[in-house]
Protein backbone atom coordinates (compact mmCIF):
# COMPACT_ATOMS: atom_id res chain seq x y z
CA UNK A 1 0.00 0.00 0.00
CA UNK A 2 1.48 3.26 -1.08
CA UNK A 3 -0.26 5.42 1.16
CA UNK A 4 -1.97 6.96 -1.93
CA UNK A 5 -5.81 6.76 -2.67
CA UNK A 6 -8.14 6.82 -5.25
CA UNK A 7 -11.81 7.05 -6.17
CA UNK A 8 -13.80 5.76 -7.53
CA UNK A 9 -11.94 2.55 -8.44
CA UNK A 10 -14.22 1.53 -11.91
CA UNK A 11 -15.96 4.06 -13.98
CA UNK A 12 -17.90 3.57 -17.19
CA UNK A 13 -19.75 6.26 -18.69
CA UNK A 14 -21.43 7.46 -21.98
CA UNK A 15 -19.70 9.44 -24.77
CA UNK A 16 -19.83 13.26 -24.14
CA UNK A 17 -20.70 12.94 -20.59
CA UNK A 18 -17.79 14.78 -17.65
CA UNK A 19 -16.28 13.05 -15.10
CA UNK A 20 -14.08 13.72 -11.77
CA UNK A 21 -11.16 11.28 -10.26
CA UNK A 22 -10.28 12.28 -7.29
CA UNK A 23 -6.78 11.54 -5.35
CA UNK A 24 -5.48 12.17 -1.53
CA UNK A 25 -1.96 12.02 -1.72
CA UNK A 26 0.23 10.30 0.66
CA UNK A 27 0.35 12.14 4.50
CA UNK A 28 2.32 15.50 4.15
CA UNK A 29 3.24 15.10 0.18
CA UNK A 30 2.67 18.37 -1.48
CA UNK A 31 3.35 17.65 -4.85
CA UNK A 32 0.65 15.52 -7.09
CA UNK A 33 0.70 13.78 -10.50
CA UNK A 34 -1.64 12.30 -12.77
CA UNK A 35 -0.88 9.79 -15.56
CA UNK A 36 -3.15 8.06 -18.16
CA UNK A 37 -2.18 4.71 -18.70
CA UNK A 38 -3.94 3.09 -22.36
CA UNK A 39 -3.37 -0.05 -24.40
CA UNK A 40 -2.05 1.88 -27.39
CA UNK A 41 0.07 4.71 -25.75
CA UNK A 42 1.51 3.14 -22.56
CA UNK A 43 1.60 5.13 -18.93
CA UNK A 44 1.82 9.18 -19.83
CA UNK A 45 2.51 12.02 -17.73
CA UNK A 46 -0.49 14.24 -17.79
CA UNK A 47 -0.34 17.36 -15.12
CA UNK A 48 1.24 18.01 -11.39
CA UNK A 49 0.32 20.20 -9.12
CA UNK A 50 2.29 21.17 -5.93
CA UNK A 51 0.94 22.89 -2.96
CA UNK A 52 -2.14 23.74 -4.96
CA UNK A 53 -0.41 25.36 -7.85
CA UNK A 54 -0.07 23.77 -11.96
CA UNK A 55 3.99 22.80 -12.08
CA UNK A 56 4.35 21.04 -14.97
CA UNK A 57 2.26 19.92 -17.79
CA UNK A 58 2.60 16.61 -20.36
CA UNK A 59 0.37 15.42 -22.62
CA UNK A 60 -3.26 16.33 -20.99
CA UNK A 61 -6.20 17.48 -23.97
CA UNK A 62 -7.49 20.45 -23.43
CA UNK A 63 -10.68 18.60 -22.51
CA UNK A 64 -9.27 17.33 -19.46
CA UNK A 65 -8.37 20.04 -16.20
CA UNK A 66 -6.79 19.74 -12.72
CA UNK A 67 -6.65 20.74 -9.27
CA UNK A 68 -5.36 20.59 -6.20
CA UNK A 69 -7.15 22.11 -3.32
CA UNK A 70 -5.73 23.31 0.37
CA UNK A 71 -6.00 19.67 1.81
CA UNK A 72 -3.95 18.59 -0.91
CA UNK A 73 -6.36 16.27 -2.49
CA UNK A 74 -6.59 16.75 -6.13
CA UNK A 75 -9.23 15.90 -8.92
CA UNK A 76 -8.92 15.52 -12.27
CA UNK A 77 -11.78 16.30 -14.77
CA UNK A 78 -12.71 14.83 -17.91
CA UNK A 79 -14.95 16.01 -20.56
CA UNK A 80 -17.06 15.67 -23.48
CA UNK A 81 -15.51 12.26 -23.05
CA UNK A 82 -14.58 10.09 -26.19
CA UNK A 83 -14.29 6.17 -26.74
CA UNK A 84 -10.22 6.74 -26.52
CA UNK A 85 -10.51 8.19 -23.34
CA UNK A 86 -11.12 4.88 -21.85
CA UNK A 87 -7.92 4.37 -19.74
CA UNK A 88 -6.43 4.00 -16.53
CA UNK A 89 -5.91 6.97 -14.62
CA UNK A 90 -2.87 6.79 -11.93
CA UNK A 91 -2.37 9.58 -9.17
CA UNK A 92 1.23 9.63 -7.82
CA UNK A 93 2.76 11.94 -4.93
CA UNK A 94 5.64 12.70 -4.00
CA UNK A 95 7.24 14.80 -1.01
CA UNK A 96 9.15 17.19 -3.10
CA UNK A 97 10.65 19.60 -0.81
CA UNK A 98 10.45 22.71 -3.12
CA UNK A 99 7.80 22.69 -6.15
CA UNK A 100 12.01 22.42 -8.11
CA UNK A 101 12.56 19.10 -6.23
CA UNK A 102 11.04 16.15 -7.70
CA UNK A 103 11.57 13.25 -5.23
CA UNK A 104 10.37 9.59 -5.45
CA UNK A 105 6.75 9.30 -6.77
CA UNK A 106 4.24 6.43 -5.37
CA UNK A 107 1.74 5.58 -6.96
CA UNK A 108 -2.38 5.06 -5.93
CA UNK A 109 -4.09 1.94 -7.41
CA UNK A 110 -5.69 3.68 -10.24
CA UNK A 111 -9.13 4.23 -11.84
CA UNK A 112 -10.49 2.27 -14.68
CA UNK A 113 -12.45 4.38 -16.81
CA UNK A 114 -14.60 2.76 -19.55
CA UNK A 115 -16.42 4.92 -22.13
CA UNK A 116 -19.41 3.37 -23.95
CA UNK B 1 10.64 9.59 -25.12
CA UNK B 2 12.01 7.37 -23.05
CA UNK B 3 15.80 7.36 -22.31
CA UNK B 4 16.48 3.88 -21.79
CA UNK B 5 16.63 0.67 -23.68
CA UNK B 6 15.16 -2.54 -22.25
CA UNK B 7 14.53 -6.13 -24.11
CA UNK B 8 10.72 -6.83 -24.13
CA UNK B 9 10.78 -9.77 -21.83
CA UNK B 10 12.69 -12.13 -20.32
CA UNK B 11 11.83 -15.11 -17.65
CA UNK B 12 13.41 -16.66 -14.71
CA UNK B 13 12.79 -19.62 -12.23
CA UNK B 14 11.21 -19.33 -8.99
CA UNK B 15 14.07 -18.98 -6.57
CA UNK B 16 16.54 -17.99 -8.62
CA UNK B 17 17.86 -14.33 -8.88
CA UNK B 18 16.10 -12.38 -11.65
CA UNK B 19 19.07 -9.96 -13.63
CA UNK B 20 16.97 -7.43 -15.65
CA UNK B 21 19.00 -5.38 -17.52
CA UNK B 22 18.60 -1.12 -18.96
CA UNK B 23 20.71 0.74 -20.92
CA UNK B 24 20.62 4.56 -20.69
CA UNK B 25 23.99 5.75 -22.65
CA UNK B 26 22.86 9.30 -22.77
CA UNK B 27 22.40 9.57 -18.96
CA UNK B 28 23.25 13.26 -18.20
CA UNK B 29 25.63 13.60 -14.62
CA UNK B 30 22.57 14.68 -12.74
CA UNK B 31 19.56 11.86 -14.19
CA UNK B 32 19.23 8.95 -11.62
CA UNK B 33 18.26 5.52 -12.40
CA UNK B 34 14.59 4.67 -11.10
CA UNK B 35 13.12 1.16 -11.64
CA UNK B 36 9.32 0.91 -10.88
CA UNK B 37 7.27 -2.07 -11.70
CA UNK B 38 3.81 -2.53 -12.26
CA UNK B 39 1.65 -5.50 -11.88
CA UNK B 40 -0.84 -6.26 -14.12
CA UNK B 41 -3.09 -2.74 -14.10
CA UNK B 42 -2.32 -2.06 -10.48
CA UNK B 43 -0.15 1.12 -10.24
CA UNK B 44 3.29 1.38 -10.61
CA UNK B 45 5.17 0.44 -7.45
CA UNK B 46 8.83 2.33 -6.30
CA UNK B 47 11.87 -0.29 -6.06
CA UNK B 48 14.65 1.41 -6.09
CA UNK B 49 16.29 3.98 -7.37
CA UNK B 50 20.47 5.37 -7.83
CA UNK B 51 23.02 8.16 -9.23
CA UNK B 52 26.28 6.32 -9.78
CA UNK B 53 26.55 3.65 -6.84
CA UNK B 54 25.33 0.40 -6.47
CA UNK B 55 22.21 0.32 -3.96
CA UNK B 56 20.11 -2.16 -2.14
CA UNK B 57 16.85 -2.58 -0.31
CA UNK B 58 14.44 -4.61 0.72
CA UNK B 59 13.13 -5.05 -2.35
CA UNK B 60 15.93 -5.36 -4.84
CA UNK B 61 19.59 -4.38 -5.79
CA UNK B 62 20.83 -1.75 -8.19
CA UNK B 63 24.25 -2.00 -10.07
CA UNK B 64 25.21 0.76 -12.23
CA UNK B 65 28.09 0.52 -14.46
CA UNK B 66 30.97 2.83 -13.70
CA UNK B 67 30.60 4.82 -17.03
CA UNK B 68 26.73 5.10 -16.05
CA UNK B 69 25.35 3.94 -19.24
CA UNK B 70 23.70 0.60 -18.49
CA UNK B 71 22.15 -0.92 -14.75
CA UNK B 72 20.75 -4.11 -14.03
CA UNK B 73 18.05 -4.97 -11.62
CA UNK B 74 18.49 -7.58 -9.32
CA UNK B 75 15.63 -9.69 -7.83
CA UNK B 76 18.18 -12.12 -4.94
CA UNK B 77 14.99 -15.07 -4.74
CA UNK B 78 12.29 -13.89 -7.88
CA UNK B 79 9.07 -15.42 -6.48
CA UNK B 80 5.87 -16.03 -8.10
CA UNK B 81 4.52 -12.82 -7.33
CA UNK B 82 7.10 -10.92 -8.88
CA UNK B 83 6.06 -11.40 -12.05
CA UNK B 84 5.50 -8.01 -13.83
CA UNK B 85 6.39 -5.08 -15.76
CA UNK B 86 9.57 -3.66 -14.74
CA UNK B 87 10.47 0.06 -15.88
CA UNK B 88 13.47 1.02 -16.02
CA UNK B 89 13.52 5.38 -16.08
CA UNK B 90 16.33 8.11 -16.22
CA UNK B 91 15.26 11.24 -14.50
CA UNK B 92 16.44 14.29 -13.07
CA UNK B 93 15.45 15.67 -9.58
CA UNK B 94 14.88 19.34 -11.00
CA UNK B 95 13.77 20.92 -13.58
CA UNK B 96 12.13 20.11 -17.08
CA UNK B 97 13.72 16.02 -16.97
CA UNK B 98 12.68 15.67 -13.51
CA UNK B 99 9.05 13.91 -14.71
CA UNK B 100 9.20 9.90 -15.16
CA UNK B 101 8.76 8.77 -18.68
CA UNK B 102 7.81 5.28 -18.76
CA UNK B 103 8.98 3.09 -22.07
CA UNK B 104 7.81 0.07 -22.74
CA UNK B 105 9.66 -2.07 -19.92
CA UNK B 106 10.29 -5.30 -19.61
CA UNK B 107 7.98 -8.31 -18.59
CA UNK B 108 9.71 -10.13 -16.39
CA UNK B 109 7.70 -14.11 -16.09
CA UNK B 110 8.49 -15.82 -13.20
CA UNK B 111 7.81 -19.78 -13.58
CA UNK B 112 7.15 -22.46 -11.00
Known amino acids: DSGVTQTPKHLITATGQRVTLRCSPRSGDLSVYWYQQSLDQGLQFLIQ???????AKGNILERFSAQQFPDLHSELNLSSLELGDSALYFC???????????????FGPGTRLLVL | DAKTTQPPSMDCAEGRAANLPCNHSTISGNEYVYWYRQIHSQGPQYIIHGLKNNETNEMASLIITEDRKSSTLILPHATLRDTAVYYCIVRAQTGANSKLTFGKGITLSVRP
Open chain 1, 49 to 55: YYNGEER
Open chain 1, 92 to 106: ASSTSRTSYFAETQY
